[in-house]
């Protein structure tokens, strides 16, 4: 069970990345996805997450600008993020877990790497 998180990097403000995140076939067949954010000094968050009826959930700070999908015929879930803000910098996760999306990132069963994404102003 593992997951590989790619695509972070160094952008400017305003700008847009795509994150993704391969799995292997269980979890897209038997997971729940999310992709969290950890900004230096600050504990980690859930950004974003997607449930199995593709319902999602946003942060209010990146509503309407960041969006979580996933296709499950390559098992991998994206981050697409637009008007990137300097805030918005950090170490990207993606994780998942059974059943439902939750907030806590104790909760979450499965982890990748995190990758970096930097936000200038």
């Known amino acids: 069970v593992q997951l590989q998180a790619s695509g972070g990097g160094l952008v400017q403000a305003g700008g847009s990345l795509r994150l993704s995140c391969a799995a292997s076939?269980?979890?897209?067949?038997?997971?729940?996805m999310g992709w969290f954010r950890q900004a230096p000094g600050k504990e980690r968050e859930l950004v974003v997450g997607?449930?199995?009826?593709?319902?999602?959930y946003d942060t209010d700070s990146v509503k309407g600008r960041f969006t979580i999908s996933k296709d499950n015929a390559k098992n991998t879930a994206y981050l697409q993020m637009n008007t990137l803000k300097p805030e918005d910098t950090g170490l990207y996760y993606c994780?998942?877990?059974?059943?439902?999306?939750?907030?806590?990132?104790?909760?979450?069963?499965?982890w990748g790497q995190g990758t970096l994404v930097t936000v200038s102003s």
């Open positions: 994780a998942a877990r059974p059943l439902v999306v939750v907030t806590s990132p104790s909760l979450w069963n499965y």
């Open positions: 076939g269980r979890i897209f067949s038997q997971y729940v």
């Open positions: 997607i449930n199995w009826d593709g319902t999602t």
